[in-house]
């Protein structure tokens, strides 16, 4: 079993940066790929980035490659996502989950879905303003 925690969230200006971090704790977490997901009021929950625990290997979505980094704090158990030249669009609960990491060329699909996600942080807001 897989527990995350959220944190870092806030309010900031637009073209502003933030990071979030999501704290990673349990007996088997080698064996699992930490997506970043974010809910907008209104909207489907959409696929931000993952990161696969054990390989180091990154997954974007192509509309935020090159705003977000994802990556692992080794020292600290987490896996953060560094946001930066924000903009109020990027406004949305964000979630940190973890998926049964898939050794497939079909991985990057599989990561992009939610229903690949067995675990799932409460979420932290982020809020961008004009």
């Known amino acids: 079993q897989v527990q995350l925690v959220e944190s870092g969230g806030g309010l900031v200006q637009a073209g502003g940066s933030l990071s979030l971090s999501c704290a990673v704790t349990?007996?088997?977490?080698?064996?699992?790929?930490m997506g970043w997901f974010r809910q907008a009021p209104g909207k489907e929950r959409e696929f931000v980035a993952a990161?696969?625990?054990?390989?180091?290997?990154?997954y974007y979505t192509d509309s935020m490659k090159g705003r977000f980094t994802v990556s692992r704090d080794n020292s600290k158990n987490t896996v953060d996502l560094q946001m930066n030249s924000l903009k109020p669009e990027d406004t949305a609960v964000y979630y940190c989950?973890?998926?049964?990491?898939?050794?497939?060329?079909?991985?990057?699909?599989?990561?992009?879905?939610?229903?690949?996600?067995?675990?799932w942080g409460q979420g932290t807001q982020v809020t961008v303003s004009a």
């Open positions: 990161f696969r625990w054990t390989t180091g290997t990154t």
């Open positions: 989950a973890a998926a049964f990491s898939l050794f497939s060329p079909d991985a990057s699909r599989f990561y992009a879905v939610k229903s690949s996600y067995t675990y």
């Open positions: 349990g007996r088997t977490v080698e064996r699992y790929t």
